[in-house]
């Protein structure tokens, strides 16, 4: 967790000049005209809600709800808090687009061969002890990227200094938390934030009893089938050797006679 | 020559050649050109029809062959032996139609095997990928007799069948296992998307609200088909059997109508019911279509025992729980997902030419092989095993 990064999205701060979705589609190579919402060329945008500006991109849960949910292994967290989704091993099946609580994960539905994309915090970058193209184009330090611990007490104390911020970091434990903060002077449901459909709770538990409840369903049901199959055998049997007890007896009566 | 051609012409041979040709031009926009030429999916409906009705409906729709082939081997229920290689076709042709739907589904169909190998055991959907394989390949050892019986080779024959003979029960119990695990977690595919999937149909126990209403629905499908194959492939079943299949889906239906109750009234999700909402009103048509009307219908013993009333309200069941499993997977996520989904027709097409080839696979199956008691024999008799009697299974 000491290495955990995090990118923390002010929106108290945010004038709405759309530097880092701009910086995000060059640095990526895709046309940089503005897109409303989310897509397979967007990996963040930068939504209007009355004069205040969201901006929407991966959560990078901690335990994300995609990567349970991947029928093969995908999408995983790494150690550096990149929620990373792997190319190679794709099918194309697009759980993780219904199992994220947020709706991140986009498809290239226009594409023969399509991929899920989604924002990858700049993984590559990071790695190399740099940040992501948003933050690093952000002129209001709207959008920061650091050490996550150092970025929760960050918010804490823009919290704590300004009372017009709503006293509330979404995303430290929504879902069981994840690596993209956000401080608001706007309550977050005025904003569109959902509260996640599972509290604070990682979305896989959801899923974890169902599963889990399979390996005691597949013996209790294994022995019950066994069982009556043994009883149904067991009763063939006696009736067998009634019958043949009945003929054995019909024929010494028939030969008595 | 002409007339000739014109009496070969049926209403049936140019429906079939409509599907035909419109599925082939439907599969090739899939496969050469892409979704978005193919498809009203989108980021906000990323499964439509082809996982509403190809897969879900589909496999629901073969829960028979377990069902029966559970009664008949593990619970010794005689009774049903007549029509347990019907119901054991049914389910093998229904896994084969959604194992080609699955091509379609997935955006990389050349990697269809990546389950195989990557492992993602927190995944409801890698268990349903393992088990449908699993179980396929288990009603493929299940039905492999009726072909089997027909090969020219004695030794050959006797050999086969005497080892598959041995080792069927085992099978026919891992069978019914894995098919109580996957039907259950189609329903659990849902449970990761709590705040999507609207109160009517999302609770915590939806695995078992598709367990509980498939087997009533794959019965009702197997009653149809053996109907129709009576009526047009000169059939003969005791209808006393399909009868008592027609008492079992009412009962079926019951139990599962008593836990939908319970479970709606445990989510407190009642109050949804009665809002002016299109879920509303879709919820209402899948309890009219799969339990009310159906459960009252089965009551009558003149309904249960009159094959062209238990035929059509087997339509009902199998209708309403299409309804159900397109309520789930298109209806129930439209509003939290902001969209508005009508699937196109090449989605439509494709579906149907997939289920087109499965009910003509049934049709060839039932003709030349010994799935059903046949009334007069037919051509290719030097197929025919067992001086030409439907062998036993």
């Not at chain 1, 093969?72 to 990373?84: D, F, Q, R």
């Amino acid at each position: 967790m000491a290495r955990r990064k995090a990118m923390l999205i002010d929106i108290k701060r945010c004038i709405g000049c759309l530097s880092c979705e701009t910086a995000c589609k060059q640095l990526h190579g895709f046309s940089t005209d503005p897109e409303p919402t989310l897509s397979d060329t967007a990996f963040t945008v930068v939504e209007t809600r009355g004069d205040k500006f969201v901006r929407k991109v991966c959560m990078h849960c901690e335990d994300p709800a995609c990567a349970s949910a991947c029928p093969v292994g995908a999408i995983g967290k790494s150690a550096l808090g990149p929620v990373l989704y792997n190319a190679d091993k794709c099918i194309g099946c697009r759980y993780c687009m219904i199992a994220c609580p947020y709706s991140v994960p986009r498809y290239q539905w226009t594409k023969v061969a399509p991929y899920v994309k989604k924002c990858d915090l700049c993984s590559e970058r990071i790695r190399a002890g740099g940040q992501p193209a948003c933050t690093e184009a952000c002129p209001s330090q709207a959008s920061v990227f650091g050490n996550r611990d150092e970025l929760i007490a960050e918010a804490w104390n823009r919290i704590r200094a300004d009372s017009s911020y709503v006293p509330h970091i979404y995303g430290l434990e929504e879902a069981g938390g994840g690596c993209v903060l956000f401080v608001s002077d706007v309550p977050f449901e005025k904003l569109g934030f959902k509260a996640a459909p599972t509290g604070n709770q990682p979305m896989p538990t959801l899923t974890a009893s169902a599963l889990g409840d399979s390996p005691k369903v597949v013996i209790m049901g294994g022995t019950i089938l066994s069982a009556l199959y043994w009883v149904t055998q067991r009763r063939r049997e006696v009736a067998l050797a009634e019958a043949e007890e009945k003929a054995i007896i019909n024929r010494i009566k028939g030969e008595r006679s | 020559m002409l007339a000739r051609i014109k009496s070969e012409i049926t209403l049936w041979r140019v429906i079939v050649a409509i599907i035909f040709i419109t599925g082939m031009y439907a599969t090739y926009l899939r496969f050469l050109v892409g979704f978005r030429a193919s498809t009203n999916l989108s980021d906000q409906m990323p499964w439509g029809l082809w996982v509403g009705l190809g897969t879900l409906c589909g496999i629901g729709l073969s829960a028979a062959g377990f069902g029966i082939s559970a009664a008949v081997y593990l619970l010794g229920m005689e009774r049903y032996r007549p029509i347990l290689r019907a119901s054991i076709l049914i389910s093998f042709l229904g896994y084969m139609t959604v194992c080609v739907g699955y091509l379609y589904e997935i955006g990389l169909p050349w990697r269809f095997w990546h389950p195989i190998v990557m492992w993602n055991h927190t995944s409801v959907l890698f268990d349903v990928c393992v088990c449908i394989m699993t179980y396929t390949a288990v009603l493929t050892f299940e039905f492999a007799p009726a072909v089997i019986e027909k090969l020219p080779w004695k030794r050959f024959r006797e050999t086969v069948l005497q080892y598959h003979h041995k080792i069927l029960i085992g099978v026919v119990l891992a069978g019914v296992l894995l098919s109580s695990m996957h039907q259950s977690y189609l329903g659990g595919l849902y449970l990761i998307a709590r705040g999507k999937v609207h109160p009517l149909w999302y609770s915590q126990y939806m695995h078992a609200m598709f367990y509980l209403s498939a087997i009533p629905a794959g019965l009702a499908l197997t009653v149809m088909a053996i109907y129709l194959s009576m009526r047009s492939l000169n059939v003969r079943v005791d209808f006393g059997i399909l009868s008592d299949c027609g008492r079992m889906i009412q009962l079926l239906l019951i139990v599962f109508a008593f836990f939908k109750v319970l479970d709606l009234a445990a989510n407190q999700a009642w109050g949804y019911a009665f809002q002016r909402t299109s879920e509303a009103g879709y919820f209402w048509l899948e309890m009219m279509l799969l339990l009310a009307i159906p459960i009252f219908l089965l009551s009558y013993e003149r309904v249960r025992s009159n094959p062209e009333r238990l035929y059509w309200t087997c339509a009902i069941v199998v209708a309403g729980f299409m309804v159900n499993r397109l309520n789930v997977s298109i209806n129930s996520l439209q509003a939290a997902m902001g969209t508005h989904y009508v699937p196109k027709w090449t989605e439509l097409a494709s579906s149907v030419l997939v289920i087109a080839a499965g009910v003509m696979a049934f049709r060839y199956a039932v003709i030349y092989l010994d799935i059903l008691p046949k009334s007069i024999p037919k051509p290719l008799s030097r197929w025919i095993s067992n001086g030409g009697l439907p062998a036993q299974a």
